[in-house]
């Protein structure tokens, strides 16, 4: 064997073995029996409990596919409530397998926390909210305002930016929670509210007169929202972001869970191959051939998803916006199962 070959050989071989040796999570949280879910403290539409315990939202859901995938059985998590300050802590800890939890992916985040982001379920941008009473119309009219914000979060910096690209004075107050915050905002201790867009939907949910408060038209950043794992688990990464791959597919192919079983007996080439019918690509994942129709039946695809918790189905009422998919007038895009 020449010597460059050999090298070649050594050095995959040397990759293949530290590949395996990280790739743990999966196989631990079948040995546990269950999915430890990292999520918000109360974000209606996106995480939150009822009056009973149980979980329901948006980022709730993807959990709750990635358990169908892995279990057959979506009630298979626990739930893990976090601050934003919190939240990366017990990330990278290992106190949860996964966090699906309203948090933007940015560089710094990526490169310096020891996380990956496995892919963007929402896309965001960052607004405020204000008291219809106050009469303002647009965010350039905040001129010395004080303004509520979560620390922990993206938003100081985006507010930082937008006032001072704006030549515009404010005072920023912080709180630890985003419970704090709206806490805060309606008590007049602050003129404006800022947070994600889709926060601020939620977040007026809570308060007493949702009505007499208005989201105004500027968005002043780009906050694409979506789950994260924990470095140096490509296995566990493939997983997680293909479980919100198949539910965006799901949805451009027109699957969902009422007709899942009907479809899953097509012969099309392609619905053969997201069925299992037709290779094992489940099986690569570390998961079984009918993973996707576990998924579905769970939980429905993206839009439904979408729809129930947090769109036109929900309280909330948000448009699809940017989170239609490509083909419908929106840039939500998945690579394809094939």
């Known amino acids: 064997m020449k010597r460059a070959t050999l090298v070649f050989t050594l050095a995959l071989a040397a990759g293949l073995s530290a590949q395996a040796a990280s790739a743990q999570t999966l196989k631990t949280v079948k040995d546990r029996g269950m999915l430890s879910c990292g999520v918000s403290q109360g974000l209606p539409g996106f995480s939150a409990p009822d009056d009973k315990g149980n979980w329901a939202g948006f980022d709730v859901d993807l959990c709750r596919a990635l358990a169908a995938a892995i279990f057959n059985d979506p009630t298979k998590i626990k739930f893990v409530p976090l601050s934003a300050k919190d939240r990366f802590t017990a990330l990278q800890s290992g106190e949860i397998d996964v966090l699906s939890r309203n948090t933007t992916w940015t560089l710094s985040r990526d490169t310096s926390l020891g996380i990956n982001f496995a892919g963007i379920s929402y896309y965001d941008g960052q607004g405020f909210l204000v008291r219809k009473s106050l009469k303002v119309n647009s965010a350039l009219e905040l001129n010395s305002a004080s303004v509520c914000v979560q620390t922990g979060t993206t938003t100081e910096q985006n507010v930082a930016d937008y006032f001072k690209g704006n030549n515009m004075k404010y005072e920023v107050i912080a709180f630890g929670t985003a419970d704090e915050t709206v806490k805060a905002y309606e008590a007049g201790r602050c003129d404006v509210f800022t947070s994600d867009i889709s926060g601020l939907y939620a977040e007026r949910l809570k308060l007493a007169v949702p009505a007499d408060h208005g989201v105004l038209p500027e968005v002043i950043s780009k906050e694409p929202l ?105 840039i939500q895009y998945a690579p394809p199962i094939r």
């Open 226 to 330: 979506g789950p994260l794992v924990r470095h140096a688990d490509d296995q566990w990464l493939d997983v997680v972001k293909w479980t919100l791959f198949a539910m965006v597919n799901a949805e451009e192919l027109g699957i969902t869970q009422k007709n899942v079983d009907d479809l899953a007996k097509s012969d099309k080439p392609e619905l053969k191959r997201v069925f299992g019918t037709d290779g094992n690509l489940g099986e690569t994942l570390g998961l079984t051939k009918d993973w996707v129709s576990r998924i579905i039946k769970a939980t429905g695809n993206y839009g439904e998803v979408f729809d129930r918790n947090i769109g036109a189905g929900s309280k909330l009422g948000i448009a699809r916006g940017l989170n239609q998919l490509w083909n419908k007038g929106g």
